[in-house]
């Protein structure tokens, strides 16, 4: 009983915490407005962490390699506290199946993330087309670089209806799917992989 509670609470804020050095990432890589009172909040949450690896690890072509190393260190940390507690610690000898899981973990949380952008983009469009607040225009910055290519092709229908939300959730389902393919490949333990539900 005790060990589950325990588990509860160190996975979901290790998650927390995972999705928000997941969200600096993709904040990044989107170039989104950093200015944005989400983003200050993220870049704060996360730059204790990131100061001292970035001091080791370049970015590379643009790509914030400290962050990708954040998620991996964290899932690592993860599995290795998670394991501990289900009394199987032996799992964290072998780390090349803990860096595989955490993978499927992060792919997962990327998915979820685009997933509700889109919802929040969506919600956001009708209910408050004009709207300037902070999250939903987060949202949209974080999806548009999937939207903006498929509205090239696929221009919005009559000037006002645009189908790039239809194709991106689609293609998020099929991601979905892939991810859990490469999860039964790799032999992912649910419990002790962050993101993986």
């Not at 589950?4 to 609470?9: A, P, R, S």
């Amino acid at each position: 009983m005790f060990a589950n509670i325990l588990h509860l609470i160190v996975y979901s804020l290790m998650s927390l915490f995972l999705v928000i050095v997941i969200l600096r990432f993709l904040l990044q890589l989107v170039r989104a407005d950093f200015y944005n009172p989400v983003s200050q909040a993220i870049v704060k949450i996360t730059m204790p962490l990131l100061k001292p690896l970035r001091k080791f690890i370049p970015s590379v072509l643009g790509i914030d390699t400290a962050s990708v190393v954040l998620i991996i260190l964290v899932q690592l940390l993860a599995t290795a506290i998670l394991s501990t507690i289900m009394g199987a610690p032996g799992l964290i000898l072998n780390p090349l199946p803990l860096i595989l899981w955490g993978l499927v973990g992060a792919l997962t949380i990327v998915s979820s993330i685009f997933f509700w952008c889109m919802i929040i983009s969506i919600i956001g469009s009708f209910v408050a087309p004009m709207s300037h607040h902070p999250l939903l225009t987060l949202a949209n910055q974080i999806i548009d670089p999937l939207a903006a290519p498929i509205r090239k092709v696929i221009p919005p229908l009559g000037g006002v209806l645009d189908i790039s939300p239809i194709i991106i959730l689609l293609g998020l389902k099929i991601v979905d799917m892939l991810i859990e393919r490469l999860a039964n490949l790799v032999g992912v333990y649910p419990q002790l992989v962050l993101g993986y539900w």
